[in-house]
């Protein structure tokens, strides 16, 4: 149960990191279109 629970964590963290680096990717897009 703890396994799946760590495993469950980890899939949200990469998710989350994911976001982040489409979310700066997008900032950068704009400032080059600006």
Known sequence: ???TKTLKTFEATTVV?????????LKIRLKEVG
């Open 1 to 3: 149960l703890e396994h």
């Open 17 to 25: 990191d994911d976001a982040d680096q489409l979310f700066a990717a």
